[in-house]
């Protein structure tokens, strides 16, 4: 009877706490898509001869602050950075610099002000004060691309200066500042009628001034004014998550410059140090810059004799060398040391000559050497004991390794193409009488001309040029000992079969650009993934792409005002602007056998909109979902 009596208990129980569910489960009702509201604070909004450096603000709900350390933004800027909790219902600002007399102050909250549950964000809030008998309310909004690639730049300081002198952004924090948002967007707020210069930055040291060279910047070069005027502009009042009630006009004044757009970039001279050095392998060490020089640096052995010993593998910049070991009793030397003489930026900020005592100590000793080594021989050895026993061949004496060397990319390849070959380590000679490239007809192979021609920089690498005739088949036919390393190492004999596809397997593509008549440009094939696939200098405002294969592709260009072939970052010390980088606004889809005419003005769309979404891959910041979920959840009943 009492244990019934128990079972009916908890029975009535279970149903009581299954009728309290909650409203957040599938069946329930929808979720909460209303933002956290604005009760009050103290001081109040707007509130004038403000003397307290701490601000409270009040909501109707529990709330929290996401990525205040990120989204939160002071103007004037603090130099030392506030402090800024969610407490419940309310938010807590303690600024830590003094205030400044007659100043608007705003707190920029951006959305990173959410309520507790659903994360619906309150907007971009933003929180006045002054300090004086009125506040500032002019603003000035635009946008930050990356120089490069037009990119949206998330997260950069954009900031205004009075001063409009070059060297106010040198040495002096902004008067007002902002931060941009996942579009790359800012606005600066409280901003006093007046004449400005526009910067963005990368703020690395926290002094809201360009002084570090590894810091990206903008600029505009020209001085603007803040004006305002009478507007109007549509407003959509929803009757519910998917229904519109009506549309209304909204009264607001339109604050200028709202428009404005700068480059970001990280100047091409850079400050030039020793980044670090490292022997990763007995056989080279390497040396790395933190910028490029085209001033080879010198080495000189203090314990080995560096003469006819080295080879040297280098980029064009000479910010990464390699330095190879021909000797190989260097190899064997665990420590090589050297005084090596460079270029390196001084206090000035200009180049000067540096010698450094360096030692080069392998990571890999030469007892280590010896015991891999010993380990290969064993296994070795006990291998060609397995096949004695078997009575099949063996060898006697173990074979010295061959020079690895290996074809690039793929063997199907298009009539303006070349083949590469690269190998494992620096290559000494090349024996053109054992390399032989063979067209086949009918069913027999016929030499073909070529011509194979080492790479400047890269000691690893040998290119192979020839004509390769559309729906033809070769043979690349390599003997051994063909290739031959700085050890002495050769090559083993190998054999590619390269075939050229027919030309109604390919598509070309031929660009009549507007704009660029009288400039040069370099005009970019690109991927779906932004990358470079192709580069072709504009010609009498043309420029023309062969043998592409069907596919989607997208296509930028710069202007090349140096005439140098590659995009050059700006100078801000000088008053240079990064070459100018214009996208094609489309994709582009290509079908064999076609050949596609585009006519293409770059200016004719703006600069904000050119890049295709599809390979932008800063996104704008994620929206809430709660409207969407709820929409979903509409839909769901009405079905």
Known sequence: MKLSRLLSVLFFAALLALGCASPGSPDGGPYDETPPMVVGSTPKYGNLNTKSKKVEIYFNEFIKVENASEKVVVSPPQLNQPEITGLGKKIKVSLQDSLKDNTTYTIDFSDAIVDNNEGNPLGHYTFVFSTGNTTDTMEVAGKVLDARNLEPVKGILVGLHSDTTDSAFLKRPFVRVARTNGSGEFIVKGVAPGRYRAYALEDADGNFAFSQKSERIAFLPKVFETGSYPDVRPDTVWHDSIHIDSIRIVHFTHYTPDNLVLMAFLESHQERHLLKTERPVPEHFDVYFTAPSTETPKLKGLNFDEKDAI????TQGNDTLS???????????????????????????QLAERTDTISFVSKISRAKQLKLQAEQEKKWK????RLKKKNQPYQTRMPVPPFELKLTGTTTIAPDENLTLVGKEPIASIDTTKIHLQLRIDSAYHEAGYLLKPH?????????????????????????????????????????NISVPSL?????LFLNLKGVEDTMAVVELLSS???PLRSVRSKDGRAEFYFLKPGSYYVRLFIDRNGNGKWDSGDYESGTLPEETYYYPHKLNLRALWDVEQDWDIRAVPIIRQKPLEITKQKPDKKKTIQNR?????????R
């Open 311 to 314: 080879a040297l593998v280098r």
């Open 323 to 349: 330095y190879w070991l021909k000797d190989t009793a260097l190899v064997h030397q665990d420590t090589l040391l050297a005084t090596y003489t460079y270029l390196e930026t001084d206090t000035t900020g």
């Open 382 to 385: 006990k291998e060609q004991e």
């Open 456 to 496: 400047p920089l890269s000691l690893f690498r040998a290119t192979l040029y020839a004509e390769w005739r559309p729906k033809q088949e070769y043979q690349l036919v390599i003997d051994s000992a063909a290739f031959i390393n700085i050890y002495g190492q050769a090559s083993n004999a190998q054999k590619y």
């Open 504 to 508: 109604d397997t390919y598509a070309s």
């Open 529 to 531: 993934a932004d990358k």
């Open 630 to 638: 709820n929409a979903q959840r509409e839909r769901d009943k009405n």
